[in-house]
């Protein structure tokens, strides 16, 4: 049980569902404002998050399937919870974190 587990990468599934379908129905329901939401929240954090998630995918020779995990979840919570136009973000974290895999090199490399 634990290897298949571990083959379907279950920490980024976690990560990517609490990101991507949780956090933006949460924000949705807080008094944030737009500009602190897209800009700060879905612009900066969120790409780092991407970042670093490629960066990990590759570090620790997981599938590269995964790099589409949370930019695919992501799609689905801001589709639930809205603004529609914040779903553009979905393919800018899929750019990142395919950067992010490339340009990272595996140990022993």
């Known amino acids: 049980m634990t290897t298949i587990l571990k083959r379907l990468g ?3 599934w ?3 569902l609490v990101l991507g379908i949780g956090f933006p129905i949460m924000l949705r329901n807080l008094a944030i404002g737009g500009m602190w939401r897209s800009g700060i929240i879905y612009g900066l954090l969120y790409s780092v998050i991407a970042g670093v ?4 995918v590759k ?3 997981d599938a590269w399937w995964l790099l589409f995990v949370l930019p695919i979840l992501f799609a689905i919570g801001v589709f639930l919870s809205g603004p529609q136009y914040a779903i553009y973000f ?11 895999y490339g340009l ?3 140990k022993g490399e």
């Open 59 to 61: 570090r620790r020779g």
């Open 104 to 106: 990272t090199t595996k």
């Open 10 to 12: 279950w920490p980024y």
């Open 90 to 100: 979905a393919a800018v974290y899929l750019c990142i974190g395919y950067l992010s």
């Open 53 to 56: 998630l490629g960066s990990l």
């Open 14 to 16: 976690l990560l990517s």
